[in-house]
């Protein structure tokens, strides 16, 4: 399979697909800061992997690749991070409203630019370390909506809860930092 790890740095979900999966045809990790990327080239040569490394604004990936060229995505897009508050509870102080829906923006836009280079029947996994709704049901609901060709994949999983779409971790369960996902399929016309 080819796989896009479309918000990559510093690694951590890179290395750990290419572990898991060591005979993937390819993995493409792209990041929009060179310095973060150097931190994914770090972990690959840490253990001793090898992934496809592009520093480019996610948003703009129809200047390297060709419409429907992944069989995966990955997409763990930038937040409010509010699901890691008790590690960072500067989080609190720093973080606005108009922060959140400016988030909210982004990561439609990112998923929406993102979605073309997935192939039909291609499975897309949207990804935050949020707990908030606008930027985790309400960015897919209106994604859903709006996409003729996307439909949720239900996950089905033994921790975090169900929500309207995806499922959501909230802070301290199982121990666990809040985290939320949803997994998309591109249905074939």
């Known amino acids: 399979q ?4 479309a918000c990559a740095a510093p690694g951590g979900k890179t ?3 290419l572990e898991i999966e060591p005979n ?3 993995l493409v990790a792209v990041d929009h800061d060179q310095k973060r990327l150097e931190k994914v080239k770090a972990n690959l040569d840490r253990l001793h992997l090898k992934a496809e490394l592009l520093c480019e604004d996610v948003k703009k990936l129809h200047h390297h690749f060709d419409i429907a060229s992944f069989d995966r995505i990955l997409l763990d897009v930038p937040c409010s991070a509010t699901g890691v508050i008790r590690r ?8 606005t409203e108009a922060d959140i829906l400016n988030l909210a923006q982004e990561q439609y836009q990112i998923l929406k630019s993102t979605w073309p280079f997935l192939k039909p029947n291609g499975i897309l996994l ?3 370390c949020s707990i908030l709704p606008e930027e985790n049901t309400q960015v897919l609901e209106k994604f859903l909506q709006e996409t003729s060709d996307a439909k ?3 996950i089905e999983a033994d921790f975090g809860r169900p929500m309207k779409i995806g499922r959501q971790i909230l802070p301290g369960e199982s121990n666990m930092d809040g985290f939320y996902f949803a997994r998309l399929v591109k ?3």
């Open 126 to 128: 949207y990804v935050t």
């Open 24 to 26: 993937l045809k390819q």
């Open 152 to 154: 949720e994949f239900i």
């Open 15 to 17: 290395t750990h697909m």
């Open 187 to 189: 249905k074939r016309f």
């Open 88 to 95: 960072n509870p500067d989080i609190k102080l720093l973080r």
């Open 2 to 5: 080819n796989v896009l790890d």
